[in-house]
């Protein structure tokens, strides 16, 4: 590093003198202590002691003389800047006095100015203080006194003016009194305008009051005649009443014919202008009832009021045609609500315009639009349907009640005089009153239900009537421990036939409900309803029927959703699970499932073969039951779950049906098991007992024979057993069933081949029989347990024809002890049962394998 500041002079001293700096080398922005003390001790080392093949002994003298020259450099630079920082300081303080003088200055020039300023404010707001001084001793002037004098100025004028009625008042109450005329009041009718009318009225109101007061002659029910009053003569006096009333009249009329007027040029502020002035002159009714009565659309409504129902006869049949789909709101009706939208959205525009009370008369509009043009129509087009059929009366109610809270709901959005906004919760109350006002008739207590359970009781009762005929007529004479509950049967067949054949015959039914009855019925209308022909095919179970009842009810129940209330719809739900229980449980199902228990106990008892055709109607009894059951659990119970103790009641009666149902069918079923096994039983007891035992003479006889003729019956009849009961059941009930019937016949055949001799050529016969069996048997839907063992009985086949030695093979594989349910293995008893009826069971081989067990 270069020093700092080297020497001067030309010739080389023997002693290198100090390095010289000033205050800029310790100002520079890169100045660095380690780097200045290193250029210190550089420049005090001689260049001819830096290198050198050898080194001199280290002399400290240079650098010492060096860092006391550098010392007292910086001593003499400490005691000048020390100088400069004194300067400094003081410049500050004489600085900060001076700031602290202007600081004051101004803090005292601000409060003269905030004291004069307040000094202002008080001459101008408080005049009372105007003869005293502030605290600069100023006099206040009167700053506020111009107002004041105008506050009073205005006083005085409604002084003045209020002097002025009153004595226009007391001169027209002297015009009335004195002389029967109101002549300076006409005068200010005539010169027209809002102002003079709203005048007009009020002092026609004062003169009311004071005839009241002054002149109660006038109000009394005493005449006057001549002057004389209760026999007491007085001066002539005209009666201030009724020349105030007419004078009222008269002004009102006037009013109103302005406001009619100016309805017909749509002049909204005229029409304003005079509905207030009737507003404050007696509460505005009268010109409220004006602009309703002389509305248009109620007097073209009110000439077509008269005017029937006129809708084509196809459109009523299909309301009462219970399969097709309900035809919507009656025409006209719905030409009354469409147009009463449009007009009410229109109207609501004017109203408000026309009137300062706007919401108070939109409510009486809309209680004359209900009240006097839909009641009417709604109240013609349901006694019209109640002429045609009850269905059509319940179908144009929901019809109408729906297409009637649809305008509700659009007014509500639309807002009416709140448009484009939502209308107030004022005018939605109204709606909704109207709306229930105009249905309550027909929905009030019971009377919607009870319709319309009777519709449905209508309908069933025509769906099943040849049904109940057809089995009234097979029903017989309950016996025995059955016998009670078999009248009940009875009892709901002869009540919903006579049911139907009553309605028929009332003279209340109408002649369009009349014919759909008989169509529904499948009837004749000249038929003799007690002798009506039917078929077997009328007394089965029809999935597709169960499915319109179902239909039926569902749409019902739509409509008692709809049209009832909340707190009603579990009560209502209940009622109809009660009828659908009935008619459909019961009356349907039940009375079919008896007619084929009734066979099956016939069939137990024949010495015949059995016919099992009664079992195909269980498989439309289970279906129907089924999707009855999924109805009533997903729909009806459902429905009740607001009422905890209804919903309780209903998955009662639910549970009770369907358990009737099913134990009924369970009877049937096993029934049908006993009618199967006591047939096959008398079946194998025709088995003749030289089947097995063959001559020889008749060996190409066996050879040619599949079966004997026991075994081929019997199998025929257990296929055409399992034929029928895949018809009747089906899924795990079957397999049950199936597998019960197979272990019956396999336990039978057990004891069966243990009655008979069997020679070595019976043994083929033997082998040939079991094996029939045995695939027969296997045709059947069963588990693989039981297939095993049925595999069982082709083991005694072999016991007939095999050796000695295989039977001893055999013989290892016996089971000990008690069989198991299942039997898959042959017990020793069996085995030794079989080999003994073997024509060789004597011989020395066959008796060594008995031995041996």
């Known amino acids: 590093m270069a020093p700092l500041n080297g020497n001067s002079g030309t010739g080389n001293s023997i002693f290198p003198t100090g390095p010289s700096f ?285 005017e029937e129902v006129m809708t084509d006869n196809d459109t009523w049949e299909r309301l009462a045609d219970p399969d097709s789909d309900p035809p919507g709101v009656e025409s006209s009706l719905q030409s009354l609500i469409d147009e009463v939208r449009v007009v009410m959205q229109d109207e609501s525009f004017i109203i408000k315009r026309a009137f300062p009370n706007y919401e108070v008369v939109l409510t009486k509009f809309i209680q004359r639009v209900f009240q006097q043009s839909i009641q009417q129509r709604l109240e013609m087009v349901l006694e019209k349907a109640e002429t045609v059929s009850s269905l059509a009366f319940l179908r144009s109610l929901h019809a109408s009640r729906s297409y009637i809270n649809s305008l509700i709901e659009d007014l509500k959005s639309h807002g009416l005089t709140e448009h484009p906004e939502a209308c107030t919760a004022q005018t939605a109350l109204s709606l909704d009153q109207q709306l229930e006002e105009l249905f309550v008739p027909y929905l009030v207590g019971n009377s919607y239900i009870d319709r319309e359970r009777k519709s449905l009781e209508e309908l069933y009762s025509s769906l099943l009537f040849k049904f109940t005929i057809y089995h009234s007529r097979k029903k017989k004479v309950p016996q025995g421990f059955m016998a009670s509950l078999a009248q009940q049967g009875t009892q709901l067949l002869s009540s919903a036939k006579d049911a139907y054949i009553d309605r028929l015959d009332s003279s209340e039914l109408t002649a369009t409900q009349k014919a759909m009855m008989i169509r529904v019925a499948g009837i004749k209308e000249d038929d003799n309803k007690n002798e009506v022909e039917v078929t077997d095919e009328d007394g089965i179970l029809s999935v597709p029927n169960a499915k319109r009842m179902l239909k039926w009810m569902a749409e019902g129940v739509r409509r008692a959703l709809e049209l009832g209330s909340g707190s009603d719809t579990p009560k209502d739900v209940s009622a109809l699970l009660n009828l659908l229980l009935t008619s459909m449980g019961q009356v349907y199902v039940e009375t079919a499932l008896d007619a084929a228990t009734d066979q099956a106990l016939v069939q137990e008892t024949m010495k015949t073969e059995p016919d099992l055709a009664y079992l195909p109607s269980l498989q439309p009894a289970i279906t129907i039951t089924n999707i009855m059951s999924r ?175 295989a039977l001893r093979e055999r013989s290892r594989f016996l089971q000990v002890g008690p069989a198991d349910g299942a039997g898959k293995k042959l017990q020793k008893a069996d085995f030794k049962a079989y080999v003994l009826k073997r024509d060789d069971s004597s011989s020395v081989g066959v008796q060594s394998v008995l031995t041996g067990l």
């Open 22 to 306: 000033t205050i800029e080398n310790f100002s520079n922005k890169d100045f660095i202590v380690r780097d200045f003390v290193e250029s210190l001790s550089e420049n005090a080392i001689p260049q001819n002691r830096r290198s050198g093949p050898a080194q001199q002994a280290f002399d400290p003298k240079p650098l010492i003389r060096t860092f006391e020259n550098a010392l007292s450099q910086l001593a003499s630079l400490s005691e000048e800047l020390g100088e400069k920082e004194t300067d400094l300081l003081t410049s500050v303080r004489r600085a900060e006095v001076q700031h602290d003088q202007t600081l004051d200055t101004l803090g005292r020039k601000l409060d003269q100015s905030i004291d004069s300023f307040e000094a202002l404010d008080i001459t101008l707001n408080n005049p009372n203080a105007a003869n005293g001084s502030d605290r600069n001793g100023r006099q206040d002037g009167g700053g506020n006194i111009a107002v004041q004098i105008g506050e009073k100025l205005e006083d005085l004028d409604k002084q003045r003016r209020r002097a002025q009625d009153a004595t226009f008042l007391i001169q027209c109450w002297m015009e009335v009194s004195d002389s029967g005329v109101l002549t300076s009041l006409e005068e200010i009718q005539r010169q027209g305008g809002g102002e003079n009318k709203v005048r007009c009225a009020v002092i026609a109101r004062q003169l009311m009051r004071m005839s009241q007061r002054l002149d109660p002659n006038s109000w009394s029910t005493n005449k006057k005649v001549n002057g004389v009053t209760n026999g007491v003569v007085g001066f002539k006096s005209f009666n201030t009443r009724e020349i105030i009333e007419k004078f009222s009249e008269t002004l009102e009329k006037d009013l109103l014919k302005q406001f009619n007027d100016s309805y017909r040029r749509q002049n909204f502020d005229a029409m304003l202008e005079c509905a207030k002035v009737l507003h404050d002159f007696n509460g505005g009714s009268s010109v409220v009832a004006v602009f309703l009565n002389q509305h248009q659309f109620f007097i073209d409504r009110n000439q077509l009021i008269t």
């Open 631 to 805: 109805f009533i659990n997903s729909v009806l119970i459902r429905l009740a779950e607001s009422n905890t103790t209804v919903r309780r009641s209903m998955e009662t009666q639910a549970k009770q049906g369907v358990e009737s149902i099913e134990k009924k069918t369970n009877a049937i079923m096993r029934s049908t098991m006993t009618v199967a096994i006591n047939w096959v039983t008398k079946a194998l007891a025709t088995q003749k007992k030289l089947d097995f035992r063959p001559k020889d003479s008749d060996l190409d006889t066996v050879f040619a024979t599949l079966q004997t003729p026991t075994c081929a019956t019997i199998c025929t009849f257990l296929a055409r057993t399992a034929k029928l009961s895949a018809q009747a059941v089906d899924g795990q009930n079957l397999e049950v069933f199936s597998c019960e019937l197979a272990f019956s016949i396999r336990d039978l055949l057990f004891e069966h081949f243990k009655k008979f001799q069997v020679n070595a050529t019976g043994g083929l016969m033997v082998t040939k029989d079991i094996s029939k069996y045995v695939s027969t048997l296997k045709d059947l839907p069963l588990t693989k347990e039981a297939e095993s063992s049925i595999e069982l009985l082709s083991e005694i086949g072999n016991l007939f024809i095999i050796g000695p030695e």
